[in-house]
């Protein structure tokens, strides 16, 4: 445990070294250094503004995310059951999750407009597919004795759903879910630089169109101690319910 | 016993697939009947079939080939790119497990920030060009192929890497003849995800600032109202990629199955 926080920090301490080279090398009109960035980073979750639009980008995140989950999981059970339906979708979602969604903006404005429905719409687009492929074949890869068990058992269809298939399928679902979270912010965020008013991504466009490197620099480092801390928290549960559950 | 399992397989193969056919011709009917009975309205979207022709249009005019030429020679570049670093970089890590534990967080986040955020750094670095945009597409899908470089070389099986050593091979032999095939299934979704990826990363640029290529002409259009040009070149981009997707998923599931577990 010793040895794994010692690594952790010399590579930290590499990453930030690598950093400050490359600012060396390229100069302050291409990268910030850290310690400036961090500093901004700091600044900028001091002030209101920040905020007003971390909260604009969680609401439609936090949303997204929900519609991204629930529908994932429902269309993924649904294919999952009816191995007919699975091999006849199974490509089709292949396709959407693997097409690039980003050149689907303009559809997207102009079918939602500007504003929180497009940044949802974008983030449910992103996420959902994942999470309907993995559920979908987390459903399908249930051990077919387990079925058998609970004929023998003569369990009810609920319980049966509740004890055995929940608990088999679970890990797998989760391992959706974390994709399919980590494509929903970037969704987001991606809605957010194209298509509004407010949100960290409209930050983002903001100092980009000024050219303010350590904003950016700042803003982005925000985005990825926020992603970073998501996904380890989710990977957290996944190996719970794998383990302990 | 085995003619009549490959039989039923068959026509459960055909019937899926005929089953699937339908589903895509449906969708497109009534997408068709809803902008032609205008509940969609045509600002929006236009008739899937003014779409396929709009795209074979800009086929055989020729008006936008050099952006076409100029976007598949960057998608290209990225993706070899990204899979030759991504290749090494996945490589040195599977060999450091001390240096892998410690970077995984780095890699299981990456793709929840938008990477395209760095393009106009980018830009300030290279100037407005094809080399900025390379950059970004291979950042994009370089991921990708570090994460499933490691999966592919994790799935070697200890007793094909003791074949290796009992018929005395070299390291590179050791790598060419007995690791990459073992790794190969994982080396392809790597592949395929990248390019994904990197055509990601290179139309959002495009979208963002360029002076040429099939994002720029996009987002061209949709600035000018120009729905026609608009989704003729978004479909051709979209059946473009899912064809290169779908022929190497048709490869990847060959090479899973000749080279065992999933």
């Known amino acids: 445990m010793k040895s794994t926080r010692f690594d952790y920090l010399v590579f930290a301490g590499g990453l930030l070294m690598l950093w400050q080279l490359t600012y060396y090398a390229v100069g302050a009109e291409i990268v910030s250094s850290p310690f400036a960035t961090i500093r901004r980073a700091l600044e900028l979750v001091l002030t209101n503004a920040f905020w007003v639009h971390a909260e604009a980008t969680m609401s439609a995140f936090g949303a997204a995310s929900l519609i991204s989950i629930a529908g994932g999981i429902a269309i993924g059970v649904w294919l999952g059951l009816r191995r007919f339906a699975g091999d006849v979708a199974s490509p089709i979602l292949g396709s959407l999750y693997s097409i690039p969604k980003i050149t689907l903006y303009p559809l997207i404005l ?33 051990a077919p004795v387990y079925h058998r068990t609970a004929h023998i058992m003569r369990l009810s269809s609920v319980t049966t759903a509740m004890t055995i298939m929940a608990p088999a399928a679970l890990p797998e679902i989760l391992a959706g879910i974390r994709i399919g979270i980590a494509l929903t912010l970037l969704g987001t965020l991606i809605g957010e630089l194209f298509a509004s008013t407010s949100g960290i991504g409209f930050a983002l466009v903001r100092a980009m169109g000024i050219h303010a490197v350590t904003d950016i620099l700042a803003l982005t480092l925000l985005i990825f101690i926020f992603a970073a801390l998501l996904n ?7 190996r719970w319910v794998r383990h302990g559950g | 016993m085995t003619g009549s399992i490959t039989s039923w397989l068959r026509s459960r ?6 089953a699937r056919t339908a589903l895509i011709v449906l969708t497109l009917a009534l ?12 600002i929006t979207i236009i008739p899937p ?25 960057n998608v290209a570049a990225a993706i070899a790119l990204a899979t030759s670093a991504g290749f090494f970089v996945g490589a040195v890590l599977h060999s450091v497990p001390r240096l892998r534990r410690v970077s995984e967080p780095l890699l299981s986040a990456y793709y929840a920030i938008p990477t395209f955020v760095f393009y106009p750094l980018l830009i300030v670095m290279f100037g407005i060009g094809r080399v900025a ?20 070389l994790d799935r070697v099986p200890p007793a094909v890497d003791k074949v290796g050593s009992i018929l005395r091979l070299d390291a590179l032999r050791q790598l060419v003849l ?27 640029g495009e979208f963002i600032l360029a002076t040429s290529g099939m994002g720029k002409r996009i987002a061209f259009a949709y600035d000018n109202f120009d729905n026609k040009t608009m989704y003729g070149m978004l479909l051709l981009l979209l059946v473009g990629v899912v064809i290169v997707n779908s022929a190497l998923s048709v490869w990847e599931n060959r090479l899973h199955r000749r080279f065992g577990q999933r």
């Open chain 1, 110 to 142: 102009l079918a939602f407009g500007l504003g929180i429905s497009a940044k949802i719409a974008f983030g449910v687009i992103h996420g959902i597919f994942p999470v309907a492929i993995f559920t979908m074949n987390a459903v399908r890869n249930v």
């Open chain 1, 232 to 238: 380890a928290s989710l990977h957290f549960i996944e």
């Open chain 2, 13 to 18: 193969i055909s019937k899926v697939g005929a």
């Open chain 2, 31 to 42: 997408l068709e009947s809803l902008c032609r009975i205008g509940v969609l309205d045509r």
């Open chain 2, 49 to 73: 079939t003014e779409m396929a022709a709009s795209l074979w249009d800009i086929l055989k005019s020729g008006r936008f080939n050099a952006d076409i030429a100029f976007t598949l020679f």
């Open chain 2, 133 to 152: 945009l390379i950059i970004m597409g291979a950042m994009f899908g370089v991921v990708a192929m570090i994460v499933n470089t490691m999966l592919g």
């Open chain 2, 178 to 204: 007995i690791r990459l095939p073992a790794a190969s299934p994982h080396l392809v979704t790597g592949v395929r995800l990248a390019v994904a990826y990197s055509v990601i990363g290179i139309v959002a």
